[in-house]
């Protein structure tokens, strides 16, 4: 018997590892100090969780430890790298270029530097939902300070080309930030290979706490930031705040495991994925996969039932977890501007759902879950091609 609710929102949040709880244990009890206390023992011991946290976290992307800067979250490292570059060096290069199917931070981000007197290019996408690296290198000029684009979108899952805009990036000495919080920990990022100058990172999409998260600065001048936060100068002076030794030690210890268990986990999800996706179109072949059909995280199902409702299609199957967009758009009424901005009519984007699996995914519940949306489409009249 299959135990209900099935969580099947992924992108939206993780459920913690309980190997990362046991890591973090002993930093919520007994080795409480403040990791900045240097003259004692508990401000030792703190201090030790920093810095392991720092090498796994590192290690994760073939980073330095030293390049990495812990913070409340990927928001806070989005605005961290949009507002910290463009404040350093937006005078001689007022330019920003970022996409339009960025997380909402970025884009805020992004609002608030063209507010500043910073202009702002937001690339489009095309139907499939990636950039095109052509449109990229054209908008780039002598002006451009910084490029911000994300990884795996968080919406549709669709895998934009990293490697080749960090080559034009760093070929145009262009600044290249990516958003990683949906791919960090689930495909290879390698800073160096990949010429990513800036990468957020989420402790929640990895089977890590909430309310911690870093970001990758390359060591060098180029990459200098203005601190966005004022106050006792933590974190080599780019993050002030005194941080939070157990949520860090998760972190790293969440790294960790997805580093090692990173290809036996993309294996076993494409395995799901594909019966699950199988069962579904096998009934429904009227069904919309949005974004890209094979550049896309495996983990990621965002599909458009046409005909339907999505909001009353989730009424309908509240045995199964799963959502009609982004988590971070939760009170935004409307349909999705990530679907919109891949040419999706309003009354196709307002059918769609996004389907996301993880580690603590079984085959019973997807089997369980692929019955439960057959049947609820069935009962509301089924799809209209």
Same mark, same amino acid.
């Given at each position: 018997m299959v135990k209900t609710p099935i969580y099947l929102d992924y992108q939206a949040t993780t459920?913690?590892? $309980?190997?990362?709880?046991?890591?973090?244990?002993? =930093?919520?009890?007994?080795?409480?100090?403040? &990791?900045?206390?240097?003259?004692?023992?508990?401000?030792?011991?703190?201090?030790?969780?920093?810095?392991?946290?720092?090498?796994?976290? !590192?290690?994760?992307i073939e980073a330095k430890p030293e390049e990495i800067i812990f913070t409340s979250g990927a928001t806070e490292s989005n605005n961290m790298a949009l507002k910290g570059v463009m404040d350093v060096w937006g005078e001689k290069k007022p330019h920003l270029i970022t996409v339009c199917t960025e997380h909402k931070c970025v884009l805020e981000a992004a609002a608030d530097c063209e507010r500043h007197g910073y202009r702002v290019t937001y690339l489009p996408v095309g139907a499939d939902g990636l950039i095109d690296l052509k449109r990229l290198k054209a908008e780039i000029t002598d002006q451009t !300070?910084? $490029?911000?684009i994300m990884a795996v979108n968080n919406e549709i899952g669709v895998i934009q080309p990293v490697k080749e805009i960090g080559a034009l990036c760093r070929g145009a000495g262009v600044l290249f930030h990516t958003d990683a919080a949906q791919a960090f920990g689930k495909i290879p990022l390698h800073v160096d290979?990949?010429?990513?100058?800036?990468?957020?990172?989420?402790?929640?999409?990895? =089977?890590?706490?909430?309310? $911690?998260? !870093?970001? =990758?600065? *390359?060591?060098? *001048?180029?990459?200098?930031?203005?601190?966005?936060?004022?106050?006792?100068?933590?974190?080599?002076?780019? *993050?002030? #705040?005194?941080?939070?030794?157990?949520? $860090?030690? #998760?972190?790293?210890a969440a790294a960790s495991l997805c580093q090692d268990e990173m290809a036996q986990e993309h294996s076993r999800l494409d395995r799901l994925m !594909?019966?699950?996706?199988?069962?579904?179109?096998?009934?429904? &072949?009227e069904l919309v996969v949005n974004g890209h059909p094979e550049q896309r995280w495996v983990g990621n199902l965002n599909v458009s039932f046409p005909g339907l409702d999505g909001d009353l299609l989730l009424a309908n199957i509240r045995d199964i977890a799963v959502s009609s967009g982004a988590a971070c758009a939760s009170a935004v009424s409307g349909p999705s501007y990530v679907l919109q901005s891949i040419g999706r009519s309003e009354a196709v984007a307002k059918s769609s759902i996004r389907i996301g699996i993880g580690r603590m995914t079984t085959d019973e519940e997807l089997d369980y879950a692929a019955t439960v949306l057959v049947d609820a489409v069935a009962t509301m009249g089924g799809l209209k091609p």
């Open positions: 459920p913690m590892d $309980v190997r990362v709880l046991d890591v973090m244990m002993p =930093y919520l009890t007994g080795k409480f100090g403040n &990791p900045h206390s240097s003259t004692h023992r508990f401000g030792w011991e703190a201090e030790a969780a920093l810095d392991i946290a720092r090498e796994q976290v !590192a290690n994760c !300070a910084l $490029v911000s290979d990949m010429n990513i100058d800036l990468m957020s990172i989420s402790g929640h999409k990895i =089977y890590g706490p909430k309310g $911690v998260g !870093a970001l =990758y600065k *390359r060591s060098g *001048r180029h990459t200098a930031l203005s601190p966005q936060m004022s106050g006792g100068g933590q974190e080599a002076g780019w *993050r002030s #705040g005194t941080q939070a030794p157990a949520l $860090v030690a #998760g972190l790293g !594909a019966a699950f996706k199988s069962r579904l179109f096998e009934a429904m &072949p």
